[in-house]
């Protein structure tokens, strides 16, 4: 997979060695931690909860709006989202926590100077620029299979909770959750249908005792009985708070057509519809129609769900 290396000055990488005081608190408190961590604009705040959130690189449509519409939702009421940029899950949650005005950090495998992989560049400025990322690899290091396991340690080092959205029963999600395990970390998984790949991961971890995550609310929750203290940034229900920022990044989207955008206010969000109830109620004719869905699915706006059927995917 393509890494994309970025011409950075050496100024604005800061190396924070362990019993700084800027070393984060939540790493210091384990063994085991880098001695030495490389970083790109702020590190996690120690006062402010976090949390993990990991899975898939080759997730489903659901897993893609589940960790998106966590993430947003968590993001909305000041909690930090940690991940890897990867691509999938992490990629998809720390996105979506950016869009709904949050922070968001990643952890990477290589390099902070290196963007891995290239293909979320837009992502990595935009978590340089508001919130950070770190690693504990040296400028220059390219990202490598073997640094990630090392790297998961790191994630979940940084959380006050680990939240595993989609993972095969082998995968480097659920060596991040043994890793959160170790740590006293807690662990939380989404819930999926039996005998579905990606979910069997998930459900193995439910099964060994994480705690299942069916909504946000339960995160919170627990963030509440951990005396984490979670800001409500806008009142409201969290559903609704992530209706608003969704729609609002599309109708914002110069890219877009007006058709584009009134066929997305027409399918619910966490839900889906078929492409003839929403010829119907936008007015299109199914020619206009197909190329309207066809703007929203090349965007990233929403996904194919089953024959002619569409769910939204922010």
Request: proline letters at 5%; one cysteine or more; aromatic letters at 6%.
């Amino acid at each position: 997979m393509e890494q994309k290396i970025l011409d950075i000055g050496e100024h604005e990488i800061r190396t924070i060695r362990r019993g700084s005081p800027e070393y984060p608190a939540r790493l210091s408190e384990l063994r085991s931690m880098p001695e030495t961590l490389y970083v790109l604009g702020l590190l996690p705040s120690d006062s402010i909860p976090t949390v993990a959130i990991v899975g898939a690189r080759m997730c489903s449509p659901y897993g893609h709006r589940v960790a998106a519409e966590f993430a947003a939702a968590l993001a909305l009421r000041g909690v930090q989202i940690i991940s890897g940029m990867a691509l999938g899950i992490d990629g998809y949650a720390q996105q979506s926590a950016v869009d709904a005005g949050g922070t968001s950090f990643a952890v990477l495998g290589g390099g902070v100077d290196i963007c891995y992989p290239a293909t979320n560049l837009g992502l990595y400025r935009e978590l340089r620029r508001t919130g950070g990322i770190l690693s504990e690899q040296p400028p220059g290091t390219p990202s490598r299979s073997y640094h990630f396991p090392a790297r998961n340690r790191i994630i979940s080092g940084l959380a006050d909770i680990v939240l595993v959205v989609e993972a095969r029963q082998r995968s480097g999600s659920l060596i991040t959750a043994d890793f959160a395990l170790e740590q006293g970390r807690d662990v939380f998984a989404v819930p999926g249908r039996v005998g579905d790949a990606l979910s069997d991961g998930c459900n193995q971890l439910i099964a060994q005792g994480a705690s299942i995550a069916c909504d946000p609310q339960a995160i919170l929750d627990r963030l509440d009985t951990l005396r984490c203290s979670v800001p409500l940034a806008e009142s409201g229900s969290w559903t609704e708070a992530v209706r608003r920022k969704s729609i609002k990044k599309v109708t914002d989207d110069p890219s877009l057509s007006a058709a584009a955008k009134r066929v997305f206010r027409l399918i619910p969000a966490g839900g889906s519809a078929d492409t003839e109830s929403l010829g119907r109620e936008a007015g299109l004719p199914a020619e206009a129609l197909s190329a309207a869905v066809m703007e929203l699915v090349l965007c990233g706006y929403v996904d194919e769900v089953g024959k002619d059927r569409f769910t939204r995917s922010c």
